[in-house]
């Protein structure tokens, strides 16, 4: 019964099949003879279509890549970058040892200060011992002001080395900033077009399913009609049959003959095409489920119709209207391009400024972007609201064809009596039967 209400809409809106394209995987059940029940279609679909099969695997592609391109977002971090911090740390360490160096010996040249006056003395030994102090004293003094001085041009050259470390770190930053920056950005594209890509499968599986249920429900249709045309060639070799006696009685001319064979032919010919068409249907289903064009499938038949529960279902055109808007597979796609434009209008603004040609242009697709996904909405509910209509209206004539099959019942229940009772002829009772079965398969055509 969930299947029921779907139907009127299919076709209603589809008349023939859908154009799918003919692109299809041979299924190990080629072999085989298959009995489809009509709810396994969709999973057939998703499981053997090679339209969908690859749609799927542009699906994973895409997946990949923009798995890949947040693996080397993440780690963009450049061996150099760390090569760099490495030689800054170590001049930092160098000239905090120049910079304890120069203030020890700094210190050590406070404590020494000048050298004291030698005593004068006569003993020429004495006096050669103080000159040698004195030396000694000078040049270690000395000695250490060199070596300070020394430090602190050697610090004035670490400096300078640390200065151009850190000049390169800041280039290296900026150009780490603006290969992430990229990264960053192709990850938001590959994103919306996962986006679409996602959606795109769902939409070759719908549309594909939607084919092949079509082309089911389509064979069945035709069963209606070739039973009609079953009832209408009894009919008319029972017409044949009386003209022909009528012709013997000379009551009617060959023409008459002639013309009552044509028509019966003309008949049979209407069948035997409607059988064709219901074999291409299947061959077609073939296709669509991923089997070979000539496999043998046999249908398993509609799901019954329980129109108490159809007559459940609560209708709300708003509701359904926000439900068709919600899954429709163009403005999904258009939410996408729109989203997809607003990211470069915001590229545009960071890297050329709001009054730059390039964010002109994209806001300019922006808002030409938003008017076309507008207008297909606006397409969207007047489709909506058209189908809705012939919903109603079909419907109504189910209605009409119930009453007129409980009308039909009626006279064929009478004739039967009649007949039965030798007040009418075969051919008449034969005619109100035909009209009764006629009017079953039209029911039933209407139902499905």
């Known amino acids: 019964m969930r299947k029921r209400v779907r139907f009127v809409a299919l076709f209603t809106v589809l008349v023939m099949l859908v154009n799918v394209p003919l692109v299809f995987a041979d299924s190990v059940t080629d072999q085989e003879k298959v009995t489809l029940e009509f709810d ?3 999973a057939l679909v998703e499981k ?34 760390t090569y760099l911090q490495s030689a800054r740390d170590t001049m930092i360490g160098a000239i905090n040892s120049v910079d304890s160096s120069v203030a020890i010996m700094s210190s ?6 000048s050298a004291p006056a030698s005593p004068t003395v006569t003993d020429p030994e004495v006096a050669a011992v103080l ?31 640390l200065n151009q470390i850190e000049a390169s770190l800041e280039q290296l930053d900026e150009g780490l900033d603006n290969g992430e920056k990229a990264y960053q950005r192709q990850a938001e594209d590959l994103q919306e077009t996962l986006n679409k890509a996602k959606i ?23 069963g209606h009609e070739i039973t009609k045309l079953d009832e209408a060639i009894k009919m008319l070799n029972l017409n044949l049959m009386a003209v022909k006696l009528q012709k013997e009685l000379g009551m ?33 289903i073939n296709l669509l489920i991923g089997r070979k064009y000539s496999a043998e499938l046999e249908l398993a038949g509609l799901p019954e119709v329980d129109t108490a529960e159809i007559s459940k279902i609560a209708v709300s055109y708003e509701k359904d209207l926000q439900s068709v808007f919600d899954n ?61 209509k012939d919903i109603i209206s079909k419907q109504r004539d189910l209605v009409s064809e119930e009453s007129t099959l409980k009308t039909k019942e009626f006279e064929y229940q009478n004739a039967e009596a009649k007949y039965d009772q030798g007040q009418i002829s075969y051919i008449d009772y ?7 079965n006629t009017q079953q398969e039209i029911v039933k055509s209407r139902e499905s």
Do not use: P
């Open 108 to 113: 050590q040249l406070a404590s020494l200060g």
């Open 252 to 284: 009617v001319s060959q023409l008459e003959v002639v013309t009552a064979e044509t028509t019966l032919n003309t008949t049979i010919n209407a069948r035997q095409a409607l059988l064709d068409q219901q074999k291409e249907l299947l061959n077609q």
């Open 131 to 161: 000159t040698y102090m004195d030396s000694n004293f000078v040049k270690s003094r000395d000695y250490l002001a060199a070596s300070v001085t020394s430090l602190s041009s050697t610090r004035e050259s670490l400096t300078g080395q």
């Open 40 to 42: 396994n279609i969709q």
């Open 200 to 222: 795109g499968t769902e939409a070759t599986i719908d549309s594909v399913t939607w084919g092949a249920e079509c082309a089911y429900m389509g064979y069945y249709t035709l």
């Open 430 to 436: 034969s005619k109100v039967d035909s009209e009764y």
């Open 328 to 388: 429709s597979t163009t403005l999904r796609l258009g939410v996408i391009d729109i989203r997809m434009k607003e990211h470069t209008l915001t590229r545009a603004e960071e890297d050329d400024g709001s009054d730059s040609d390039n964010y002109l242009q994209a806001e300019k697709a922006l808002y030409i972007t938003k008017n076309d996904q507008a207008e297909d909405k606006r397409q969207l509910e007047n489709t909506f609201f058209q189908l809705y």
């Open 48 to 81: 053997e279509n090679a339209n969908v099969l690859i749609s799927q695997l542009t699906e994973k592609q895409l997946e990949a890549s923009w798995n890949a391109t947040l693996e080397a977002k993440e780690s963009i971090s450049d061996a150099g970058k």
